[in-house]
T-cell receptor
């Protein structure tokens, strides 16, 4: 399986702190994507990083990709209570986007 | 608002029944994906359609089927429902191999 697997499963931090989530996968990929899901809602795309890219930024988000280690990380800087959600990485292989189990992030005021 | 719509929002039914979930993709997106999200299995890819044709299959049970119509909307049919089929069912659409846009989901409860 080329499923992405996130680590940690759950993360609890204070507002203003940075949150780092990691994702590992097993096979070669076309791209890797991060999504966010508020409880019971649909997933929202955050950022896509292609296999030939090493780092990408979007606002307070920073994503890195290390294809030699088959891993990616998502950093959320200066977290806010509104960042409380589950975060999923998803790896794109042939015609499929396979999601990991997610990291549940709780940001406390 | 992702531009993907799903109906109904909630569905409560009994074991053994059959239900149909409907999805309308974003305007212009040819690909539609169906996912099942349950507490114990996480987000599971079920099936993908592209411009009316099945393109990829995931962990979809034989009791489940889907189709995409000429107007690009899609339906997921779930039959002989079991308690374990209770889950959130998401539809997503995309224009390419990039990001997918998810609908709000249909929460299915099988009693």
């Amino acid at each position: 399986s080329q499923q992405g697997e996130e680590d940690p499963q759950a993360l609890s931090i204070q507002e203003g702190e940075n949150a780092t989530m990691n994702c590992s996968y097993k096979t070669s990929i076309n791209n890797l994507q991060w999504y966010r899901q508020n409880s019971g809602r649909g997933l929202v795309h955050l950022i896509l990083i292609r296999s030939n890219e090493r780092e990408k930024h979007s606002g307070r988000l920073r994503v890195t990709l290390d294809t030699s280690k088959k891993s990616s990380s998502l950093l959320i800087t200066a977290s806010r209570a509104a960042d409380t959600a589950s975060y999923f990485c998803a790896v794109r292989g042939y015609n499929k986007l396979i999601f990991g189990a997610g990291t549940r992030l709780a940001v406390h005021p | 608002d992702s531009g993907v719509t799903q109906t109904p929002k909630h569905l409560i039914t009994a074991t053994g029944q059959r239900v149909t979930l409907r999805c309308s993709p974003r305007s212009g997106d040819l690909s539609v994906y169906w996912y099942q999200q349950s507490l114990d299995q996480g987000l599971q890819f079920l099936i993908q359609y592209y411009n009316g044709e099945e393109r990829a299959k995931g962990n979809i049970l034989e009791r489940f089927s889907a189709q995409q119509f000429p107007d690009l909307h899609s339906e997921l049919n779930l039959s002989s429902l079991e308690l374990g089929d209770s889950a959130l069912y998401f539809c997503a659409s995309s224009a390419s191999l990039g990001e997918q846009f998810f609908g709000p989901g249909t929460r299915l409860t099988v009693l």
